[in-house]
């Protein structure tokens, strides 16, 4: 069974700092792996995508990389701003019971203070 | 341009009563999903219709029913509300299953079961 972890649960850093955030998976035979960001009381927006043969995309301030076969993805947030305080989910989209339905993490809490 | 839109956005219930979530998207998407999202937990796929006219069980379908209506609508209803049920309800559509497209959610169906 795909299982996703983020670490951390929850990070707090000064406006301009470059951050990362961690996603990791247990089964690597995934088709794509998505970041979205969630707004409180809000649903999810989609960020960005990787497909499995692609190892990281790019919009604007943001970076994601896939390693697949170490089962680890990573977001990266250039010059943080306050406007990017929001939940950031990582989920894979994978070969398996449900099809390439999508498995989410539980989410890291960014704040980014001013 | 709406998007996926889902109604009623809170909604408060007595354990046992029932009620119907309704979900529509204006994408002419072929696939829709619904996920409940829990505190400190990912969200987990309680059903899916991979098209009109068809319905899957996703991880957590115990306690609920759904109704692919038309290619734009797609419910889903608790008949016997239950406490564990309390959580937040998202509605997801998505272009078709393997089109590396990401998914587009509604902003939520937030549901208390007393």
Same mark, same amino acid.
């Given at each position: 069974?795909?299982?996703?972890?983020?670490?951390?649960?929850?990070?707090?850093?000064?406006?301009?700092?470059?951050?990362?955030?961690?996603?990791?998976?247990?089964?690597?035979?995934?088709?794509?792996?998505?970041?979205?960001?969630?707004?409180?009381?809000?649903?999810?927006?989609?960020?960005?995508?990787?497909?499995?043969?692609?190892?990281?995309?790019?919009?604007?301030?943001?970076?994601?990389?896939?390693?697949?076969?170490?089962?680890?993805?990573?977001?990266?947030?250039?010059?943080?701003?306050?406007?990017?305080?929001?939940?950031?989910?990582?989920?894979?989209?994978?070969?398996?019971?449900?099809?390439?339905?999508?498995?989410?993490?539980?989410?890291?809490?960014?704040?980014?203070?001013? | 341009?709406?998007?996926?839109?889902?109604?009623?956005?809170?909604?408060?219930?007595?354990?046992?009563?029932?009620?119907?979530?309704?979900?529509?998207?204006?994408?002419?998407?072929?696939?829709?999903?619904?996920?409940?999202?829990?505190?400190?937990?990912?969200? !987990?796929?309680?059903?899916? =219709?991979?098209?009109?006219?068809?319905?899957?069980?996703?991880?957590?379908?115990?306690? +609920?029913?759904? =109704?692919?209506?038309?290619?734009?609508?797609?419910?889903?209803?608790?008949?016997?509300?239950?406490?564990?049920?309390?959580?937040?309800?998202?509605?997801?559509?998505? +272009? !078709?299953?393997?089109?590396?497209?990401?998914?587009?959610?509604?902003?939520?169906? !937030?549901?208390?079961?007393?």
């Amino acid at each position: 069974k795909q299982e996703v972890t983020q670490i951390p649960a929850a990070l707090s850093v000064p406006e301009g700092e470059n951050l990362v955030l961690n996603c990791s998976f247990t089964d690597s035979a995934i088709y794509n792996l998505q970041w979205f960001r969630q707004d409180p009381g809000k649903g999810l927006t989609s960020l960005l995508l990787i497909q499995s043969s692609q190892r990281e995309q790019t919009s604007g301030r943001l970076n994601a990389s896939l390693d697949k076969s170490s089962g680890r993805s990573t977001l990266y947030i250039a010059a943080s701003q306050p406007g990017d305080s929001a939940t950031y989910l990582c989920a894979v989209s994978s070969e398996g019971e449900y099809g390439n339905k999508l498995v989410f993490g539980a989410g890291t809490i960014l704040r980014v203070k001013s | 341009n709406a998007g996926v839109t889902q109604t009623p956005k809170f909604q408060v219930l007595k354990t046992g009563q029932s009620m119907t979530l309704q979900c529509a998207q204006d994408m002419n998407h072929n696939s829709m999903y619904w996920y409940r999202q829990d505190p400190g937990m990912g969200l !987990r796929l309680i059903y899916y =219709s991979a098209s009109e006219g068809t319905t899957d069980k996703g991880e957590v379908p115990n306690g +609920y029913n759904v =109704s692919r209506l038309n290619k734009r609508e797609f419910s889903l209803r608790l008949e016997s509300a239950a406490p564990s049920q309390t959580s937040v309800y998202f509605c997801a559509s998505f +272009y !078709r299953d393997y089109s590396n497209q990401p998914q587009h959610f509604g902003d939520g169906t !937030r549901l208390s079961i007393l």
